[in-house]
């Protein structure tokens, strides 16, 4: 047994933390989030210098062959840092879906550019009426000659706006809610047909309504096979709920000490506020929560890379359930210890708490999971 | 014991009903006219522009059963925009403690709603704490006027109030709640600087007030100088009673069963979710508690006296109702929780629900935080001797 980081793994971190650190002070986020792309062409340079967008993909296309636990290594600096730049949407999501069912000869012409940061991805896989279920699917692809033509509306697509690709999900087969029957198609963002609406998330980062209309995309740009890409997407959906779940761990350990800190400042009835016991009480809670989260963290991370593919299934959701839970519990008690302070747009608190509830949000809610566990 | 209406309160309500009918707004009409107009029907109707206001002072006289019903009524029509610190606030202050000369000045334009209010209480360094507050008053030497500095936060309607009442520091050489003096301040005095502070749903509805060397005549004091801390301590029972907004919330909680209605899932809706169908259920049982705890202390307060410390219980639960509405309609939103301003897409009540959601958070730290209700609970309630913690 043994939960300590490789050396690659801990070198990693800091140089994404020192990133943070050098970069990322709430002002300068701000700025980014409040103008148009909504993140920083430079830090995105800078993070496929540094390789971090070439983690998880192969070697042979520029990669470093790393798996889930690097990604739970950025992204749990990336929440720490609130990181405005679409690591998630690309690396994650649309590479994911890319490395996973990209013939050799689509992932050779496509991954080195998610590698260098010249091409950005994302993924295209809730639609007005599905709520959480992938499966839930009503844009469909028809075959055509050697191409699929697809037709539907996609909904909170994440960083569309600034994407040259779009893995989108469409039915190929099937009823609604199938699981058979789905099939993946990377799709060129600027494709004919493709009309986006673009709006920013709660949290300062940006999604879009996407509709298809007569999307003409060749059949070699279809990842996996035909009728079967519900596994792909729920292999990636793992991979995400682990990033996401990294990140608000990340979120939970500044907001636990952001408010231990600012009760030992504030001064109320002539003692810091860290003095009354009930509030102590509440802070150990918030350090509990955030410990047990991080435990969850760990245990699905590494079940997910080393054990049985349906206990690391089960622990994912319980993972999502209890970050949820626990993260938004922390974040309203966050705030709550903050009083007035923590309701403004000048404590880094708010902004925490504003990601939380988007995390919470993304791929299954606390709700959605807990019933999928208990399933 | 008895949950019967009479029939005179049936013939109350039916009353109310018509007359929210007959002045509802109509659209094209200039609004700001048409609220005014409403208020002056009310007023003709026997003071019913101001339910809560005594007899003496023009007030309707009604039961507590009429007050409830009226609760109830107002929370399903839509009334006038109207805002909390004159008539709900400042003028029980100036009718109670005021002298004739300061109710006949200023009691008028409050009951009319021509003049806006704020409260300037809370400073950076006096949240929870607020009788640690220093903005100073000075008296000057002809005894004509005082001169106050320092700072207040959190003003709600600062920007937009014509008048500020105010607590201020006149003696800070004993216990922290002597010395304390109650101001009336016109907004447009000189030396009074209005800063907007931008809350978390993104919204402008508070700000920093600066008070530089500003002029305030002796007659705008209410009461003695140095015993504003007991008049003000009145006002926030009166404000916690109307913070639990439980009439509201029984609405709310309305459309937020309708709105979960409307999220199709696989053959129903949302509703038919167990874990959702679960914490709506649980929100509506506590509703149904915390309605009878505010009739139970409407009826222990029929002889007119001012609210108890049950008003604490109502608002420490009535803030939380609040914020567990504004959650699960987050809640119901989904994926769509997390667009922000106007989004193309998802379902019309998502439009604001995480920034409704956002918002709702201050509703357990202003007007007194829970932790303070609890407090005065253990004390007053419970009789409890503080700990020195």
Redesign the interface.
Known sequence: MNFELSDEQKLIGESVERFIQDNYDLESRRKLADQEPGFSKDHWATMAELGWLALPFAEEHGGFGGNQIDAMVVMEQFGRGLVLEPYLASVVMGGGAVKRGASAALAGEIVPGIVDGSRQLTLAC?E??S??DLHDVTTTAKASGDEFVING?K??VLHAATATQIVVSARTSGGQ?DRDGISLFLVDADAAGISR?D?????GLR?S?IDFKDVKVDASRLLGEVDKGYEILTAVANDTVLALSAEAVGIMEKLYKNTVEYTQER?????PLA?????QHRMVDMFVEYEQCKSLLYRATLETTQGDPETAQRTVHALKHLVGKSGIFIA?NA??LH??M????ELAV?HY??RM??I???FG?A?YH??KFAA | MDIELSAEDLAFRDEVRAFFKENAYKPGKDYAEWRLDWFKKAREKGGWDVPKWPKEFGGPGWSPTQHYIWEQETARATLPWDMPFGVGMVAPIIMGYGNEEQQERFLPDIRARTVNWCQGYSEPGAGSDLASLKTKAVLSEDGSHYVVNGQKIWTTAAHIADWMFCLTRTDDSGKKQEGITFLLIPMDQEGIEVKPIITLGGNHTVNTVYLTDVKVPVENRIGEEGKGWTYAKGLLQHERTGLAGLSRSLVALEGLKENARSVPRGNGDLMDEPSFRAKVAELEIDLLAAEYTELRSLASAQAGAAPGPESSILKLKGTEIQQRIQKLTMEAAGPFAAAWGDKPAGPKFAKGGTGGYLASRAYTIYGGASEVQKDVIAKNVLGIKRSSR
């Open positions: 809730t007005p009426q709520r959480f509306h909904s909170m809610i609406q709006f920013p998330t709660v949290d999604a309504e001064v109320q009835f002539d003692h003095e009354f016991q009930v509030l309203e705030v709550q009083g007035g923590g309701m403004t747009e708010g708490f504003k509830l988007v919470d949000s993304q809610n709700d807990l019933e």
